[in-house]
Every structure is written in C-alpha cells, then in structure tokens.
C-alpha cells in the first residue's frame, strides 16, 4: 500500500510551519524538502490568489521523491466562497540561471500552472518520469536553449506556450551546450516524448550562430507522439548563414543506429516558418539550408507517420547568403527517414523560396523527402504548394523541383515502393531561378 502525503504551501509561508494545513503552510521548497524524505507518494496543494514571485535569488527546488504531485486549491474553496481549482502562477522578476524545477529522481506531476516571464521552467534528469497538465507558459525573453528540459519520460497535455521570444548565442563556456546548437521550447531527449491537446503558438526563436538544430519542440526520442498539437505562428529566425530547421517540431536521433517511432496525428500547423536572415558576408561553416517550414525529421532507422493533419502557409525561406550551395527545401516537412507515411492530410499554401540575394535552391514547397524504405502518400489534399528557386548573377539559374513533393532515394537504391494513392494535387507551381548570364534554371515538376 502506498502512504500518501499531503502538504500545504503558500507564497507567504515559512520553513518554520508545519505545512499541515491551509492555516499553517510552509514554503514551497520546506515543502519538497519534506517530501524528498518521505518514501511513497507525496500531494502538495498550492494555495492560489497570490503570485509565487521568482528570481534568481529564490532557493533552487530539486525533486527526488518517490512519486511528488502539485494541485493548485483556492482557500477560498474551503468555505464555500469560491470555485475549488485556479491556476497556480508563477511571476519571473529576473532571468533565471538555473530552472524552477528540477527534478533529479522519480516521478513528479504539474497540474495548473501558469508561469509568467520565465525562461527558464523545468529540467528532468535521465529516469525520471514527469507530466505537466494544464501549464501555460507565456510572455517570456528565453535565454537558454530549453524552457522545458526532459531527460527521461516525459507527457504535457493541455497546455500552452505563447509569445516567448528565445534569443541565443553561442556560449564556449556553456559546459552543457557549448555552441548552442539544439534547441526548442521543450526539449524531449528521452525515452518517449508524448505531447496532448496542447497549443504553441506566436513565438519566436532567434539563434546566432551557423547550426541551429531546433523547433518550438526538439526531441530526440526514440518514441514521439504529438496528438491535437496546435502549432501557429512559430517563427525559427536565424541571423548567421548556416543550417537552420523546424518552425515548429524538430526529430532527431542521437546515433545514427537508432531505431525511432515518431508519430504526429490531428494536429494543425499554421503560419509556421524557418528564415535565414543572414547577410552574405556571414562566414558560415557550411552552405546555409532553411529545412522543414513546419517539421524536419532526421533519422536513418526512424519510422515517421502523420495522420489527420493540416499544414497551411508553412514557409522555409533564405536570404542574403550569396553561396552557390544553398538550399530552400521542405515548406511545410523536411525528412530524412526510414519510413514515411502521410495519411488524410491538407497541405496548402506552403512555400520553399529562395530570395534573388540567396542564390538558393527550391526544393519541395511542401514535402521534401529522403526515404530509404517505404513511403505512402495516401487520401492527401496538395492545394497551391510552390517551390522558387533564386535568380541573380550566376553562369545558370538554379533548380526548383517539386511544387508539392520533392522525393529522392538518398541512402541506397531501393526497390521498396513509393505509393501515391488517392490524393488531390491543384494550383502547384515551381519556378526555376533566371539568370541574368546564361540559361534559366530548370523547374522541374509542379506537383511531384
């Protein structure tokens, strides 16, 4: 049988109360001192009304209990004066150094939590098991390269991240993340990554340097399943020519061997965009590539399946760069896959562009995919999709393919079938870049 206990915290109360009652609540970290302690499961009820005030002065809470919960309550419930659940709030007065919350062993749940202004929200070590229900995270300048950072199990559902604005350099001394390169909002780097009915929208993630690897979520977890997400407006600007990936959801594995499932089923992708912004002077290490307006997926042994989901005016656009090399591809899912399925999906009204100043290539306006196996495309609506490529003073235009779907065999040869089964194509277009030298570039394929 596990013995359950129960707390009460406020954002008056001290180390000295005894945290028994909503007449003597305790602090929030005397709170999760006491309940580092005790084995089995642990309830702390969070008294609403009042702002829990953080900075980077506030004691560091480290969770390492068996099973910890926090539930917000209304004291005014406890007489009949008001409505029992209220969102507990957190206000951030500072950057923070170091999270809110980390939890270092076992399990912890979040329920009803709004934090205002916070950059800097969760970390989960390897083997822990969190879930965080009914979270809102909004109005934030981020300076980390995670708002929420999950090393072990990890499941957010009905929840919401909004107007957070991340801004990153690369930082040698960052021990962690040296050159800043993997980022997101929430970050899964677990064993499985499960998002619910959950919503990110009007953000914006800003990097400055030459690889950027990064969404509103960037996972790389072996199983992902995104269900009900709602993804609008989420920009990923990059201001330094290089890579750049993922207005919204980054996959990735982290060894090349990897065997990953990644699933994304009845979720809507809205005005999502990946822009390189650079100059052309910038000194990339590599030729800049904008992949993937909406989702990229890198993964030689991952199996990608999308069901039931909508992908309209997602962009990938370069700017600027003035290499030979550059590339635009993938307006709305960029991906490198084992396996990719698409099922009872609209893609509409998605762009991969190459500006006259890029010299970039256009592939895919809103697939752009690299299978090694099977890919089926079946029961999908493909409406006013476009793939430009850049014109400018070069010996030949460069390539645009692909309106709708750019497909190539990148690993291996394989006889494994591509599958295109009943699916609506209208309104497509590419256009190859002009030269002001010599010939046009080619555009090949205004649907696939």
């Given amino acids: 049988m596990v013995v359950t206990s129960l707390f009460f915290v406020s954002p008056s109360g001290t180390s000295h109360a005894d945290c028994s009652n909503v007449l003597n609540p305790c602090s929030l970290a005397a709170a999760i001192s006491l309940a580092n302690e005790i084995p089995g499961g642990t309830t702390i009820r969070m008294l609403t009304g009042t702002p829990y005030e953080w900075d980077n002065d506030s004691p560091a809470l480290r969770i390492s209990s068996d099973m910890l919960e926090f539930v917000p309550v209304n004291p005014r419930a406890l007489n009949g004066t008001g409505p029992y659940l209220e969102q507990i709030e957190f206000v951030c007065t500072t950057p923070l150094a170091i999270p809110v919350f980390s939890v270092l062993h076992g399990k912890a749940i979040f329920r009803n939590m709004t934090f205002r202004g916070c950059d800097n929200i969760l970390y989960a070590a390897e083997f822990t098991d969190v879930s965080m229900h009914g979270v809102v995270a909004r109005d ?9 950072h999950a090393e072990g199990l990890f499941l957010l559902s009905w929840s919401v991240f909004s107007h957070l604005e991340q801004d990153i350099e690369e930082d040698p001394d960052d021990e962690l993340n040296p050159r800043s390169d993997s980022f997101g909002l929430v970050c899964g780097h677990g064993t499985k990554v499960w998002l619910e009915d959950s919503v990110f ?3 914006v993630l800003g990097v400055q340097n030459d690889l ?3 969404g509103a979520v960037s996972c790389d977890a072996s199983l992902f399943d995104a269900v009900r997400v709602s993804f609008i407006n989420n920009t990923m600007s990059k201001r330094i020519p290089g890579f750049a990936t993922a207005g919204a959801i980054m996959l990735a594995t982290t060894h090349v061997q990897m065997f990953a499932e990644w699933h994304i089923r009845s979720c809507i992708f809205l005005d ?11 000194g990339a290490r590599t030729p800049p590539r904008c992949l993937g307006g909406a989702v990229y997926a890198f993964g030689q042994n991952a199996r990608l399946r999308i069901m039931d989901s909508s992908f309209h005016r997602n962009l990938v656009s370069l700017s600027g760069s003035g290499v030979r090399e550059a590339e635009a591809s993938g307006g709305a899912i960029y991906a490198v896959v084992l396996l990719f399925t698409v099922q009872r999906s609209d893609f509409t009204y998605n762009s991969a562009l190459g500006d006259d100043a ?3 290539r256009a592939h895919g306006g809103a697939l752009s995919l690299s299978v090694r196996d099977t890919c089926e495309i079946r029961n999908c609506v493909f409406f006013h999709n476009s793939a430009q490529a850049s014109s400018g003073d070069t010996t030949d235009g460069l390539v645009a393919g692909g309106g709708a779907i750019y497909l190539e065999r990148l690993f291996t040869i394989s006889s494994s079938p591509v599958t295109v089964e ?3 194509f209208e309104a497509n277009f590419v256009i190859g870049g002009n030269s002001t030298i010599e010939d046009g570039g080619d555009a ?3 649907a696939l």
């Fill in 358 to 360: 890029s010299l970039a």
């Fill in 212 to 214: 950027a690897f990064g």
């Fill in 422 to 424: 009943q699916c609506h």
């Fill in 201 to 203: 929208e009007h953000n």
């Fill in 444 to 446: 090949r394929g205004g």
């Fill in 140 to 148: 934030a300048q981020v300076h980390h390269a995670c708002v929420v």
């Fill in 272 to 282: 999502n965009r990946v822009l390189d912004l650079a100059s052309a002077d910038g």
